[in-house]
């Protein structure tokens, strides 16, 4: 258990609102992750931090905004969720290069 | 970017079959993980190996960067060990990147 939380852990919205998704870690990992799984793929990466307010894009960031004020919080934004954002987001840390994933939140989008 | 391709996609085998999944990468690698998915979504870390061979009771682990493949072997299956397993990799040291994954193999084991 590396320490990581997400919450809410489950989030049906409605197309168009604005959607917050925090990663919380206890450990003080430098480098945090935002991750999707959608069916037939593995995760694809959105958006990962190498410290507090660095941020930058990874394969799928469009449609995605985050954000890290301090060190043990990493929140994605969906500004204007849309259905193509249905989907798993789980978040990561890495610890000496090695990843590990915190147990997901579930979103839909309807 | 990187390529990861895991075969074979998905796999069926009864208690006590032993298995060996296959993870191909177009380019260096300095981050290769496996990871198994429970079927309550769950990503467990199995193994990490840039590099060499590792064992973990039933699970070991064999990485040759040079020829851009690794190889987990599960012996002696449980239904337990039902679930999908990723290959991810990852260029970069130090942690800055993240992970490409590939599809994962899907893996059913039957009692």
């Known amino acids: 258990d590396a320490g990581i939380t997400q919450s809410p852990r489950h989030k049906v919205t409605e197309t168009g609102t604005p959607v917050t998704l925090r990663c919380h870690q206890t450990?003080?990992?430098?480098?945090m992750y935002w991750y999707r799984q959608d069916p037939g793929h593995g995760l694809r990466l959105i958006h990962y931090?190498?410290?507090?307010?660095?941020?930058d894009k990874g394969e799928v960031s469009d449609g995605y905004s985050v954000s890290r004020s301090k060190t043990e919080d990493f929140l994605l934004t969906l500004e204007s969720a849309t259905s193509s954002q249905t989907s798993v987001y789980f978040c990561a840390i890495s610890e000496e290069n090695e990843q590990f994933f915190g147990p997901g939140t579930r979103l839909t989008v309807l | 970017g990187i390529q990861v391709e895991q075969s074979p996609p998905d796999l069926i085998l009864q208690e006590g079959a032993n298995s060996t999944l296959r993870c191909n990468f177009s380019d260096s690698v300095n981050n290769l993980q496996w990871f198994h998915q429970n079927p309550w979504g769950q990503l467990i870390n199995l193994f990490y190996i840039p590099s060499g061979t590792k064992q973990n009771g039933r699970l070991s682990a064999t990485t040759v960067a040079t020829e851009r493949y690794s190889l987990l072997y599960i012996s002696s299956s449980q239904t337990t060990d039902s679930g999908v397993y990723f290959c991810a990799v990852g260029h970069s040291g130090g942690g800055a990147d993240g992970l490409t994954f590939g599809k994962g193999t899907h893996l059913i084991i039957q009692p």
């Open positions: 931090s190498y410290g507090v307010k660095d941020t």
């Open positions: 450990e003080n990992h430098r480098y």
